[in-house]
């Protein structure tokens, strides 16, 4: 079963651009992912409320993330198989993911220099360098469906397995190790870094919040809402 599909079809993931350092202006702007048809587009929506849409060039492309680069753009998932970027100035351009149907899902920075997906659909965690060269590595469970990935302060990446039901950390040479979550069927969807310097996650199935440290000891707290199917995970300005 496809959980990550039974989440309302909106503006998936957003990343902010501050005082002009990642951003497609000179101001403080929000930089969101928008999936919904008939355009797919990447949107910026500047502290005073204009919002400019950038279209992208490949119908259907189904953004699922966004992540600044550390190159000075923004870099972006689309599930229909294509990583992109978008310059300050708007210049648009997309690298196709060698595997067919991977559906790349979470993005973000790595700590080599390089940008690091989740491929949902093609069972891998995935890296590509800002000229758009592809390194796949296979995730040992099968089916796993990968979703959220991080950068850990530990050095390596960190990722959720939707259908695998774990939580799991690759080396920036492609070593895997799979931590799996207590509760059956948890269904973790996305991750933080936490100012504790462990991983943070949310349960879309197990309506609970779950915390990991970097030995792996989990622990889990319940959400006191039934069935509040909880996504997206950030660390708090207030730790």
Request: glycine fraction near 14%; charge should be negative; charged fraction near 15%.
């Amino acid at each position: 079963m496809d959980r990550r599909l039974a989440r309302p079809p909106l503006t998936f993931l957003v990343a902010v651009a501050i005082s002009g350092s990642v951003t497609l202006a000179t101001t403080s702007s929000i930089l969101a992912a928008d999936r919904l048809p008939p355009v797919p587009r990447v949107s910026q929506a500047p502290v005073t409320g204009s919002i400019t849409e950038f279209p992208l060039p490949t119908a259907g492309s189904l953004l699922a993330s966004i992540t600044p680069g550390p190159d000075g753009n923004l870099w972006f998932a689309e599930e229909a198989g294509r990583i992109g970027r978008i310059t300050p100035s708007g210049a648009l351009t997309e690298f196709s993911v060698p595997t067919p149907n991977s559906t790349p899902n979470g993005i973000t920075a790595g700590p080599d220099g390089n940008l690091w997906f989740t491929e949902y659909g093609g069972n891998k965690v995935a890296r590509v360098t800002r000229s758009g060269t592809f390194t796949e590595f296979a995730i040992p469970t099968a089916g796993s469906n990968p979703n959220g990935i991080i950068a850990g302060p530990d050095g390596n990446l960190w990722f959720v397995e939707l259908a695998g039901n774990r939580i799991g950390r690759v080396t920036s040479d492609g070593h895997f190790t799979e931590f799996v979550v207590p509760t059956a069927g948890s269904g973790p969807t996305w991750l933080t870094a936490g100012p504790d310097g462990n991983i943070w996650f949310t349960e879309y199935g197990g309506n609970k919040i779950g915390r990991l440290t970097r030995n792996g000891t989990f622990t889990e707290f319940a959400i006191p809402t039934a069935g509040s199917n909880p996504n997206g995970i950030i660390a708090g300005p207030d730790g």
